[in-house]
């Protein structure tokens, strides 16, 4: 027991008693540790803690105990750890810390029994075996089911038998009492849900009439909005909002939905606007839009249905009622099956086993002016144009003649020819000799000019890697490799780098615009020069080196003129290109280590004619 003004607690009550009367000790109060109580229990702490009060059990040992540690009111476990419990100044309380932000500020978990209260309301709490957060009717609300969450005011608020469902949202599922597995996220999503079970809709008033449907998926506001059938999918604002009593439909893409108010199985509308109005059927895009294109392995289709690939048919293709837009079957003319394209148009005929055509399975391509006689054969093995009916050595066989791309060749048109793979070029004539690949016209005039560009493509751009003039001329955009020895009667320009693999030989100037790598002799004018200076003792000093006049510096260096003992005595501190001339001097600064001998020193340059 602690002392009271040197005396024991025990004596000083004792004193205190017998010597004051009752009435004296209520007005000026019991003080513990303090001779001036303000209250009439005043206790002042004591050490670096502000120690209050002990609590000991039954045996003497101290098991809790209060202390004004970091200036608030801390309950100590004693011996084990402090801020049990601790009221800071303001009044914030921590429980595991010292330094609440928060009315109530907890260092671990929290174990409710029965509700959190926001403004004095229901806020979150369990009912059966399902979570509640802001639903309104709790007094109310008594599911037998499980696994069941709500959240938002009145969702999931009549929940009786069923389980596993999920609402999220104000009244999103309110009415849902014994359906099972259901998912609705937004604003009455899946409001309108009762015994319904696996579905799934997210969005504002999603699913929101949907009272018994079951496996549906809606993904937008108001999708699926009155779907009580079941297994529709519809994703997209307003999507499926004709859907009533259909069931296992597809909708993708806002406002997608049937046509009409008659409810169909397995439809399917793709696209913004899309509408369906048959079973088992697929629409893509909107059918009031003339605009709508569809492409199949192509980003920009130029039709109504454009396909970059094979196609295979099955049954039958049909166009419009019209005669001259539609593909028929005509036995007109000679023997065997032909599909033509109205009167007076070339034909595709057929010729197999049991015709009288030729023997084997082909076709060929006739026209109705020549009498049905042979203009283009088609087999399994190749194309053969204008032959007569040779067979076909190739895929495209132009057996004779020349061959036309334009109306007149003397006049270009801007046509283009794409060719696969590689073009093989023959002699001119005979076995041997020379192919030629010609910038002309069949009747050049004396102002003809007709120069000749192969060009190249790198990611988007084209390069005229090599244009030829109409003079002869060659201009190379790359770099250039030549195997073995490169003759150039004249200048030489070439944009980037050269790789010659023996001798270059050019008439006049060369102009490299990157590297140029020889693998033989390259001329360029190759010299090296050098001076020799004395370098006084215990001195340093700079000295250059200059390339003679219409030559470039390459490379340079420096130092002590002589390989004996007394090169250790010059330093070199800096050999490089004179910074105030780095083109044409090599400049070198060296320290004379010896205080009482002189050293010669020598510093040379390496140049060329080059540019």
């Not at 959240?151 to 014994?178: E, F």
């Not at 319904?196 to 809606?218: A, E, M, P």
């Not at 003649?401 to 020819?417: E, F, H, M, R, S």
């Not at 050269?498 to 615009?513: A, E, L, M, Y």
Request: net charge neutral; glycine share 14%.
């Amino acid at each position: 027991m602690k002392n009271i003004f040197g005396l024991s607690t025990q004596l000083w009550l004792a004193a205190v008693l017998l010597a004051a009367p009752l009435a004296a000790l209520a007005q000026t109060g019991v003080g513990i540790g303090t001779s001036t109580p303000d209250r009439p229990l005043t206790v002042q702490g004591s050490g670096a803690n502000s120690e209050l009060l002990s609590l000991k059990n039954n045996v003497g040992a101290t098991k809790w105990h209060y202390n004004l540690l970091n200036g608030g009111l801390n309950l100590t476990e004693s011996a084990v750890a402090d801020y049990r419990l601790f009221v800071a100044a303001g009044g914030r309380v921590g429980i595991g810390l010292n330094n609440p932000t928060a009315r109530l500020d907890v260092a671990g978990d929290v174990n409710v029994s029965t509700l959190y209260r926001y403004a004095g309301a229901p806020f979150l709490y369990r009912r059966g075996a399902g979570l509640f957060v802001g639903t309104e009717n709790y007094a109310a609300l008594t599911p037998t089911g499980f696994g069941n969450t709500a959240v938002g005011l009145g969702g999931g608020s009549s929940l009786a038998a069923g389980y596993n469902n999920t609402t999220v949202g104000y009244l999103a599922g309110d009415n849902l009492t014994d359906g099972n597995n259901n998912v609705a996220v937004g604003i009455q999503a899946g409001g309108g849900l009762t015994t319904g079970s696996d579905n799934i809709f997210v969005g504002h008033d999603t699913g929101l009439n949907s009272s018994t449907g079951s496996f549906n998926v809606g993904l937008g506001a108001a999708a699926l909005r009155d779907a009580a059938g079941g297994y529709n999918v519809a994703l997209g604002h307003a999507s499926g909002l004709g859907v009533t009593t259909g069931a296992s439909n597809t909708f993708v893409g806002a406002r997608t939905d049937l046509s009409n108010a008659i409810q169909r199985s397995r439809a399917t509308a793709l696209g913004y606007g899309a509408t369906v109005n048959q079973d088992d059927a697929v629409v893509l895009g909107d059918p009031g839009n003339v605009a709508t294109r569809v492409g199949i392995g192509t980003p920009n289709p130029v039709a109504r249905l454009d396909v970059n690939g094979d196609q295979n048919l099955t049954g039958t293709l049909k166009l419009n009622t019209a005669d001259a837009d539609k593909i028929f079957l005509t036995t007109q003319g000679a023997a065997g099956s032909k599909i033509g394209h109205a009167a007076g148009w070339g034909v595709l005929n057929y010729a197999g086993p049991g015709t009288s055509a030729t023997t084997g399975f082909h076709s060929w391509l006739t026209t109705t002016s020549t009498g049905y006689a042979e203009q283009m054969r088609l087999t399994p093995t190749g194309l053969a144009l204008g032959t007569g009916g040779a067979a076909p050595r190739g895929q495209l066989d132009v057996g004779q003649g020349n061959t036309y791309l334009v109306d007149n060749p003397n006049a270009g048109t801007a046509q283009t020819v794409y060719l696969p793979g590689h073009l093989y070029l023959a002699p001119y004539s005979g076995g041997s000799g020379t192919a030629y690949v010609q910038a002309r016209v069949p009747n050049p005039v004396a102002g003809t000019s007709i120069g000749l560009t192969f060009r190249t493509t790198q990611g988007t751009a084209l390069r005229d890697a090599l244009t030829l003039s109409a003079a002869g001329d060659a201009a190379i955009w790359g770099d250039t490799r030549v195997g073995n020895n490169l003759a150039v009667a004249n200048n030489a320009t070439v944009t980037n780098d050269v790789s010659v693999g023996s001798d270059v030989s050019v008439g006049n100037n060369v102009s490299v615009g990157s590297d140029l790598t020889v693998a033989g002799d390259a001329l360029l004018g190759l010299t090296t020069v050098s001076f020799d200076y004395t370098l006084p003792a215990d001195y340093y000093a700079e000295f250059n080196a200059t390339c003679p006049a219409g030559t470039r510096l390459l490379s340079g260096g420096g130092g002590h003129r002589d390989y004996n003992s007394a090169m250790i005595d010059v330093v070199l501190n800096y050999s490089g290109p004179d910074p105030s001339n780095p083109t044409t001097r090599w400049i070198i600064r060296v320290d004379n280590q010896s205080t009482t001998q002189n050293r010669a020193v020598r510093v040379y340059c390496t140049c060329a004619r080059i540019r």
